[in-house]
């Protein structure tokens, strides 16, 4: 029994192997051993940089049947530099296994020629699918409208648009909701309101994306009394707001040195959901300490550390040193013991003084102990806040 289950396995060793001698495509070089997005992209984009697009075909068809999606890095090989090669490109896409690997290959093409913006390489595949009849739909020209109005490149925008209405697409709530955003950010109030009209006609109904965009728009305009009406209606509508959408309200508040409304209207939506207190308490606070406003800065933290809030490495040493100098003792100038920060900071008046001070400390190891209680004064209570930060990032 021993024997035949021997001769078995040495005749399925020998018969995997010569299968794999005269399938050189199929070879351990080519196929990942563990399937991986981060595996395929890697192979794909070594076999594009060497010209091997058969072998770039072979890898696009097996990834989509081991159920991987392409990335953003799929197509990583090209370059402004190498454009030329999208020929054989568009040759071996169009030879793909139909549906899914061959629709996804080209949306995957699209989306990096709109990141490089090689806008009309972009709209010669796009064209390419419809002419084939490889399933072009809105998806396939998102990437390319979102480029254009990222550069407020609007008039080229609503080409593309027309585009697609001639190849029988209708554009999408995303279509518009990309043209909506990029007229609001421009602070192009009629052209925004050209399109909203456009989105009610079509009878799209408006998503998260748009009542985003609306409220940047009237941020952008100074009409914060807007755009707090129309996260009122988000909610009303049980349309949840993004985060970014509350990051315009408290960019704009700050804008205007409305520091009180901001701080309010960050708390008005606390409980609800902790990321986003998180999100938003760390934002706010962030900006006031940047601003100077120290003291509304160390309640926001303190406030954090009360709710259990998430704080990022940067507000989490604010708030230790915040800490730090609440339990500072009184004291001499003398390394190795509690200092007087404030006796310090009187004498210490000129940046090259104190940078050195700074430096000199570094050679001594039991310095630490009255390093930080000085510089977390220094950051509370003193107008040099900013250059405090500078010397304590690099010590």
Same mark, same amino acid.
């Given at each position: 029994m021993l024997a035949l289950r021997k001769l078995l396995t040495l005749k399925s060793s020998r018969f995997l192997s010569s299968f794999a001698i005269q399938n050189p495509i199929c070879s351990s070089s080519t196929i990942?051993?563990?399937?991986?997005?981060? &595996?395929?992209?890697?192979?794909?984009?070594?076999?594009?940089?060497?010209?091997?697009?058969?072998?770039?075909?072979?890898?696009?068809?097996?990834?989509?049947?081991?159920?991987?999606?392409?990335? &953003?890095?799929?197509?990583?090989?090209?370059?402004?530099?190498?454009?030329?090669? =999208?020929?054989?490109?568009?040759?071996?896409i169009a030879r793909l296994d139909s549906g899914f690997p061959r629709?996804?290959?080209?949306?995957? =093409?699209?989306?990096?020629?709109?990141?490089?913006? @090689?806008?009309s390489e972009a709209?010669?595949?796009?064209?390419?699918?419809?002419?084939?009849?490889?399933?072009?739909n809105n998806v396939t020209f998102h990437p390319i409208v979102n480029a254009l109005t990222k550069k407020e490149e609007f008039e080229e925008?609503?080409?593309?648009?027309? %585009?697609?209405?001639? @190849?029988?697409?209708?554009?999408?709530?995303?279509t518009y909701n990309f043209l909506l955003t990029g007229y609001c950010f421009a602070g192009n109030v009629a052209s925004a309101a050209g399109v909203l009209a456009k989105i009610e006609e079509e009878e799209l109904g408006a998503d998260t994306r748009t009542y985003d965009a609306l409220v940047l728009g009237a941020c952008r305009a100074g009409k914060l009394d807007a755009a707090l009406a129309v996260v009122r209606r988000m909610l009303d509508d049980g349309v949840p707001p993004l985060y970014c959408t509350h990051a315009h309200i408290i960019g704009a508040f700050l804008k205007y040195n409305y520091y009180e409304q901001a701080v309010e209207f960050v708390r008005s939506y606390a409980g609800r959901d902790v990321k986003l207190?998180?999100?938003?308490?760390?934002?706010?606070?962030?900006?006031?300490?940047?601003?100077?406003?120290?003291?509304?800065?160390?309640?926001?933290?303190?406030?954090m550390s009360e709710r259990r809030l998430v704080m990022g490495p940067r507000l989490k040493d604010f708030y230790e040193l915040f800490c730090s100098?609440?339990?500072?003792?009184?004291?001499d100038l003398e390394v190795?013991?509690?200092?007087?920060?404030?006796?310090?900071?009187?004498?210490?008046?000129?940046?090259?003084?104190?940078?050195?001070?700074? =430096?000199?400390?570094?050679?001594?190891?039991?310095?630490?102990?009255?390093?930080?209680?000085? %510089?977390?004064?220094?950051?509370?209570?003193?107008?040099?806040?900013?250059?405090?930060?500078?010397?304590?990032?690099?010590?």
């Amino acid at each position: 029994m021993l024997a035949l289950r021997k001769l078995l396995t040495l005749k399925s060793s020998r018969f995997l192997s010569s299968f794999a001698i005269q399938n050189p495509i199929c070879s351990s070089s080519t196929i990942p051993d563990v399937p991986s997005c981060t &595996n395929y992209d890697e192979r794909i984009n070594k076999a594009g940089r060497e010209g091997d697009f058969t072998t770039v075909h072979h890898l696009l068809n097996k990834r989509a049947r081991d159920g991987l999606f392409n990335t &953003n890095n799929t197509f990583k090989f090209i370059s402004t530099n190498n454009v030329s090669i =999208l020929d054989d490109l568009l040759e071996i896409i169009a030879r793909l296994d139909s549906g899914f690997p061959r629709k996804s290959s080209y949306d995957c =093409l699209i989306a990096r020629l709109s990141k490089m913006h @090689c806008i009309s390489e972009a709209m010669r595949v796009a064209k390419a699918m419809v002419s084939k009849g490889h399933e072009a739909n809105n998806v396939t020209f998102h990437p390319i409208v979102n480029a254009l109005t990222k550069k407020e490149e609007f008039e080229e925008a609503w080409q593309v648009v027309a %585009v697609m209405k001639s @190849c029988g697409i209708s554009p999408d709530l995303t279509t518009y909701n990309f043209l909506l955003t990029g007229y609001c950010f421009a602070g192009n109030v009629a052209s925004a309101a050209g399109v909203l009209a456009k989105i009610e006609e079509e009878e799209l109904g408006a998503d998260t994306r748009t009542y985003d965009a609306l409220v940047l728009g009237a941020c952008r305009a100074g009409k914060l009394d807007a755009a707090l009406a129309v996260v009122r209606r988000m909610l009303d509508d049980g349309v949840p707001p993004l985060y970014c959408t509350h990051a315009h309200i408290i960019g704009a508040f700050l804008k205007y040195n409305y520091y009180e409304q901001a701080v309010e209207f960050v708390r008005s939506y606390a409980g609800r959901d902790v990321k986003l207190d998180a999100e938003n308490f760390g934002i706010l606070a962030t900006r006031l300490i940047t601003r100077s406003k120290l003291e509304e800065a160390k309640k926001l933290v303190k406030e954090m550390s009360e709710r259990r809030l998430v704080m990022g490495p940067r507000l989490k040493d604010f708030y230790e040193l915040f800490c730090s100098a609440m339990m500072l003792n009184q004291p001499d100038l003398e390394v190795g013991q509690p200092c007087d920060p404030t006796s310090v900071t009187r004498s210490l008046h000129a940046g090259k003084e104190l940078t050195a001070w700074i =430096l000199s400390l570094r050679k001594k190891p039991d310095a630490v102990v009255c390093l930080f209680p000085f %510089v977390s004064l220094l950051l509370l209570s003193t107008e040099a806040w900013q250059d405090s930060i500078t010397w304590w990032a690099y010590y």
